[in-house]
């Protein structure tokens, strides 16, 4: 398949600590990449996207940087809460391809 | 506004009968992407469908089909069901631009239990 996702690695941290999740992607063509949040049994809930003519995007208590040289994504979360936890996907958008390729989910787990 | 919705929330089938799942994509909205989530894994594509045709196909059999209604909405169905296929069946709704991306955003999914 074009995503993997064989043993979920996870992050823990304190309740109120900053959180990073990182991620590489696999195409150098793509260019728009998508973070999402994915409690049980729900759908992934989009966090914040950035596009491949920027490094950096903020968006309420998250950014995400990208690092194009070596085909990095990075998910900071301020402050993080008991309710962020969840598992997160990075998403690219593979170029001329039009689709979605997810990467390996990170569990989250915030301690209070 | 309404976001992305799918039916049924949950589904349970014998291996070899055939299933179809539904979703609305979200107002404004004229693509409708597929995908496949095995438990712990991520997301798997399937398929998109736009202006009623597929576009685009992931690695899936022929058992895996689809379709686009002129609103929108779209069908996912599958034939000949095995163990394998049990899993949680997303929808993701976009707006189209072809050579960009764009947001896409998830249904709740749909949870295949083949017994």
New interface residues.
Partial sequence: ????????PTLSVQEGDNSIINCAYSNSA?????W?KQES??????II?I?SNMDKRQGQRVTVLLNKTVKHLSLQIAATQPGDSAVY?C?E?GG??????????TLLAVQP | DAG?T?SPTHLIKTRGQQVTLRCSPKSGHDTV?WYQQAL??????IF?YYEEEE??R??FPDRFSGHQFPNYSSELNVNALLLGDSA?Y?C?SSS?A????????????T?LTVV
């Fill in positions: 398949g074009e995503s993997v996702g064989l043993h979920l793509s260019d728009y990449f998508i999402y049994g729900k759908g992934p809930q989009f996207d596009r996907f998403a958008w001329a391809t039009n689709k979605l390729i997810f990467g390996t989910g | 992305v799918q992407s712990g894994q991520g997301p798997q594509f998109q576009r685009q992931g690695n949680l997303l993701a189209l072809p050579g960009l991306g764009t947001e896409a955003f998830f249904g709740q999914g949870r």
